[in-house]
């Protein structure tokens, strides 16, 4: 406080420098960006370039820049198609779900992790809650089937075994669908995503409890007043880069559990996608369908800082 | 010096790119011959003993990108849109990408071009048709049997229910019946089921068990005339009456009750652990269930038995055939560019598929890794692990290239491990003659309506879907139709004209 008070006196430094002479004096600092640079340039914005596709219709043979100009056509096919109403609708119920179930799941699971004393029990349950963050999808899927199958599945006949009545073929009805996914979700992703969050919460400086029992605040309290403004920071920039994601329902989880039976409910962006991008070899369509999504995505990132700034909080930037 | 990195960094960006976009300007295919190609297994080395031979053989270098069969369709489309084809390519000539890269010019048409080359020239007329595409040749199909559907059951415990093989529908009826509730496996539990049918995931009228069981029945196979007027298939009365009878068969528990979710792959499974009895599918498939019996037991493997297709409860009989291809040998036009380096091109081929080389696709290298005997190939030198890979390079690889001979048999077959196997393989080639003579072709085929490849994906699933949905009771019957209806109404209809424009 005190030197912004001070007169302002010869400065420490000279005048900011020619942009030249800044970059020379730093320069290992430039270098060391430069990867990173690149891996942006080559791998991220290049590729953009091949968006202009979804406002042609692109025809390989005749390349890029050889394919006719059809501006909005495609954009315009899928608002007004007969997909778009489901696709949307169904995207957007997973996104949903996933923001009131998966989302505050490594939250819950830190926080009572946080509150074991036991280290080695801590740390053994930590292991072995992520370690399903591991397989992949499609050994999660094979899992599911297994264990859920109307004809020999474990749980799907123990559950048949307790409630009786006709067995349920969880794994091809629509109405089991979303909660498969969602538990699937929150078995593989669970474990990991607690890692950030005890990370958050081991930076709560443990004196604030210790002030805090002395003044008699119970366990609940603690965890209102202490622990939950601690790890306030990392839950919001958590929340505004998981709101850019929502409409990334995942590729192979949705793919591997749709089935004849579901498909009313299972067909998202990310599947609509890759049947009318790879399977159907309409790529300008597929393109303008991805582009539409990541649009979408952008603007629920803005929304969701802005929200954050609006209720007090520092944002993501 | 920062500024300067940094410009080289931006140069080898834009290098890239355009090495990325510009690979297309080499004149001709030169010595190298560049083949996108089906795979089963590990990928044979450049350097391999086979890929060797085959080059001596035809004269020219080959370069071979191994794709895995599992990813190969969708790596296909990759290709197309990339821009990079190799100049000779296996290809699902019907898929909306080849067919709309095929139409802008990518690919030569090759009708009426291949009668020149004895090896390449299409030996079956029926066959020939089906493989075009709205009246062109796109490729050199790779042959298959005209017929090969055929219906596994479990030979014991057809002997332990006391019944005789099936000839009607009614007939497997019976047997589905006596498999569920008489207790084949004789375990004294009712655990058992008759028909095994897997989670079918491609379209409508491409030979699955549905599609199979329809054409008994009397539905057209894909298109079909109905007064005058060409309909698909699954718009007649005879589809409504085989999805009825199914679904009673599913309703008494005569089929497995995850036939919505059971994996393809693990088709044979319920049947070989003795859960399931009656598999309809290919003759191939009851070679395969034998092979399967024969590992776990070799003295007590004689339980599958193979019967053709059936009569319906009336008596007429309707077969179901198959295409008499699989996919076919593209030439794209990106190095080929003149009709006489095309010549060149598919003289090399000819010389490829000609008895020569035939034998080295299909069999390998005779003294090496077989020989002769009585007509059979037999394996040879098994315990050299260079034969090994010689043998992997033929079964899992250049297999795949043949268009006269290929994994239906090879050049010379292979010689049966017993008895009962060979049974099962005589017996295709009078099966399929004899069924071929009710055999209900489908007509369009070789016809790729526009709207079909231009309409989204959700088109194509609808009635497989409402099939599943209907046997399932999650629809009935009004369900059904009314998923009819809204096929037609999302671009149906305008495939129907387009249908029967083209075939009038």
Not at chain 1, 45 to 63: R, S, V
Request: aromatic letters at 10%; a neutral charge.
């Amino acid at each position: 406080m005190a030197t912004e008070l001070a007169p302002r006196q010869a400065p420490v430094e000279s005048p900011p420098a020619p942009p030249a002479r800044r970059i020379w004096r730093h320069g290992w600092l430039y270098l060391m960006v430069l990867p990173g640079l690149a891996y942006f340039l080559i791998f991220r914005y290049w590729p953009m370039y091949g968006l202009t596709i979804a406002f042609k219709d692109y025809l390989p043979f005749l390349g890029y820049s050889g394919s006719p100009w059809v501006g909005l056509k495609h954009f315009e096919e899928l608002l007004t198609g007969p997909d778009f109403a489901r696709i949307m609708v169904n995207t957007l119920i997973l996104a949903l779900l996933t923001l009131l179930f998966v989302f505050p799941a490594p939250i819950v699971v830190a926080v009572l992790l946080n509150e074991v004393r036991h280290s080695v029990l801590k740390r053994s349950v930590q292991s072995l809650i992520y370690i399903p963050h591991f397989l992949s999808w499609t050994i999660v899927a094979s899992l599911t089937y297994v264990l859920f199958s109307v004809d020999y599945g474990v749980i799907a006949q123990a559950i048949h075994a307790v409630v009786g009545g006709r067995p349920v073929d969880y794994v091809a009805q629509e109405a089991w669908f979303r909660p498969i996914i969602v538990l699937q979700s929150l078995w593989k992703q669970t474990g990991w995503g607690t890692i950030v969050y005890l990370a958050a919460l081991a930076g709560v400086d443990t004196q604030l409890y210790e002030a805090a029992r002395v003044d008699g605040a119970g366990r609940w309290r603690q965890f209102w007043h202490i622990t939950l403004p601690g790890i306030r920071p990392a839950l919001v920039v958590m929340a505004v880069l998981t709101s850019g994601q929502l409409l990334d329902t995942g590729f192979e989880q949705i793919w591997l559990m749709t089935t004849s039976l579901n498909r009313s409910v299972a067909d998202v962006f990310d599947t609509y996608v890759y049947q009318v991008g790879i399977t159907q070899g309409g790529y300008s369509y597929a393109t303008a369908v991805g582009l539409f999504k990541a649009v979408i995505g952008v603007l629920l990132i803005f929304g969701t800082n802005w929200l954050a700034k609006r209720l007090g909080e520092r944002g993501l930037y | 010096m920062k500024t300067k990195t940094l410009a080289a960094a931006l140069a080898l960006t834009t290098a890239l790119s355009v090495t990325a976009c510009g690979g297309g300007e080499a004149k001709g295919t030169g010595d190298t011959i560049t083949m996108m190609v089906r795979l089963f297994g590990t990928a044979p080395s450049p350097d391999g003993e086979l890929q060797k031979a085959v080059e001596a053989l035809i004269g020219k270098k080959l370069s071979i990108t191994w794709v895995p069969d599992a990813g190969y369709n969708d790596k296909a489309n990759v290709t197309l849109a990339s821009n990079n084809l190799p100049d000779v390519m296996v290809v699902d000539e019907k898929s909306p990408s080849f067919v709309k890269t095929a139409e802008a010019g990518a690919f030569w048409d090759l009708t009426g071009k291949l009668d020149k080359y004895p090896n390449l020239k299409p030996l079956d007329p029926q066959t020939a048709r089906n493989s075009m595409v709205n009246g062109k040749t796109y490729g050199i199909y790779r042959t298959r049997p005209l017929l090969r559907s055929a219906i596994s059951i479990r030979k014991d415990w057809l002997a332990k229910v006391g019944l005789p093989a099936p000839q009607s529908v009614p007939d497997l009826y019976r047997i589905a019946n006596a498999f569920t509730e008489q207790d084949p496996d004789g375990d004294g539990k009712k655990d058992t089921y008759g028909l095994i049918i897997p989670k079918w995931t491609g379209k409508y009228a491409t030979a699955s068990p549905y599609d199979v069981f329809e054409t008994w029945f009397g539905a057209p196979n894909g298109w079909g005339l109905r007064d005058g007027r060409y309909v698909p298939g699954f718009d007649t009365p005879e589809f409504l009456a085989a999805e009825r009878e199914l679904k009673k068969w599913v309703g008494e528990g005569l089929v497995n009750p995850d036939f919505a979710t059971l994996d393809t792959g693990h088709w044979m499974d319920p049947f070989v652990q003795g859960k399931g009895g009656i598999i309809i599918d290919v003759d191939v498939r009851a070679t395969a269930l034998y092979d399967r019996f024969r590992e776990k037991n070799p003295k007590d493997a004689d339980k599958v038995l193979m019967v053709g297709n059936l009569r319906r409860a009336d008596g007429q009989k309707f077969s179901s055939p198959f295409t008499g291809y699989n996919n076919v040998l593209a030439v794209s036009k990106q190095r080929v560019r003149t009709e006489a380096q095309l010549d060149e091109l598919l003289r090399v081929l000819d010389k490829l598929e000609g008895k020569e080389g035939s034998i080295l696709l299909t069999n390998g290298i005779e003294g090496r890794n077989f020989k002769l005997e009585g007509g059979y190939s037999v394996p040879i030198g098994l315990d050299d692990p260079k034969v090994k890979v010689l043998q992997n390079d033929v079964d899992n690889a250049f297999i795949q290239l043949g268009t006269r001979y290929s994994v239906n048999g090879g050049y010379y077959p292979l010689k049966p491990a017993d008895e009962a196997k060979r049974a099962l393989i005589e017996q295709r080639k009078p099966m399929e003659t004899e069924d071929l003579k009710t055999a209900v072709f489908n007509p369009a085929l070789g016809v790729i309506a526009p709207t079909a490849v231009a309409q989204g994906p959700t088109l194509d699933k609808i009635i497989p879907d409402a099939r599943v949905k209907y046997l399932s009771g999650e629809i009935d019957e009004a369900g059904l139709q009314a998923e009819i209806r809204r096929w037609y109404a999302g671009g149906g209809s305008k495939i129907t004209q387009e249908i029967n424009d083209f075939l009038k």
